[in-house]
């Protein structure tokens, strides 16, 4: 199988695979017991957390772990608004947010907030000057997204970080990092809350964390219950999840340079390759090393996945968690049809090799000679 989809989610390596296997069955402790294997599993909880916030650069004591991204959006929007909720119950965020922010928005409205979505350009490009310009007296939350999961487009997070408080000194500012780990240190981007997903990088699925920063003062607890997550978010702790999330991070720490190195130039080789079949165009701005969006423009995307997979190859109609519906972030680029039904997404990960690209890009090239185009 070629694995060209580790935006939706990456494979698990063994070393990883094994730490969690070995916490399942070796030291099942709950940290929350007061005799030795809990005791023991306190203190690696952690340790592990320590590791986990310095791939965001961040105290540890800030870093909370949580179920996924989804969750950590979740919270983040509704602590911000827990916070501010005297100031106002306005909310700008992007029409091209994941659907964890912009359903969570959805609802949000139905309890009486307004939200402002700000329109990309063609290319998915929001700017810092449109988020501040959106900012009002009673903006509660900006929400925006670091890297764009269907596009890679990297939003202008630290610059809006800089000069949101002279907008407005309260406006608290989230950003879904889920697609940017190791791309960004919490303390130079400046955002006040950052949630992150451990099965992007490697984790096995179901751990994620949130960094809540000092703006964020008493943030009302996500899950009350028995004190765990410093009473922020109860639950007992899903140690295996926790301990393979940071074995994970550790992994990628050891060779972050060197991977957004290969990831970086591997990306470009992608883009080459691809941009010399007819009819296929890249869409987006780009940015992120790890996401390349194109179009075969007239080729319907549906049926590129349904081809490539049927040769084993796996890659992405816009975000896996559209399931075939059409993307709303391609709708919001206002592409001509036929780009917008073309586009497909590929990105890769740290074990992507350039023979890899090659198959799919004559996978591709195949699929452009041999398959009828829509009218
Ligand atoms: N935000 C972005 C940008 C994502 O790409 C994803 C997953 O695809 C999520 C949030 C949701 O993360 P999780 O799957 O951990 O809930």
Redesign the pocket.
Known sequence: MIYLDY???APVPRAVAEEVQTILQNHYGNPSSQYAPGLEMKKNVEAWRQTVAAALDCPPDRLFFT???????NWAIRAALWQNRHLGRHIVTTAV?????LECCKWLVQDGYEVTYLQPDANGTITAQQVLSAVRPDTALVSI?????ELGNVYPVAEIAQNLPAVNPKTLLHT?????LFTFSAKTLGADLI?V????IGAP?G??ALYIGPRVRNPRPLLPGGGQENGFRAGTEATAQIAGFAKAAELRMANLPEDQRRLTALRAYALKKLAAIPDLEPVGQGGAAHILSVSLKGWPSQNIVNDLDSQGICISAG???HQGKPSHVIKALRLPKKTASGVIRLSFGPDTTEAEIDACAAALQNHRNTRMPML
């Open positions: 935006a939706a989610t179920s996924c991204g989804t969750e950590g959006d947010e994941h659907s964890a922010v997204m670091l890297v764009n999961n879904d990092a889920v697609q940017g949630a997903s451990g099965h992007k699925k751990i994620g975000s896996a968690c």
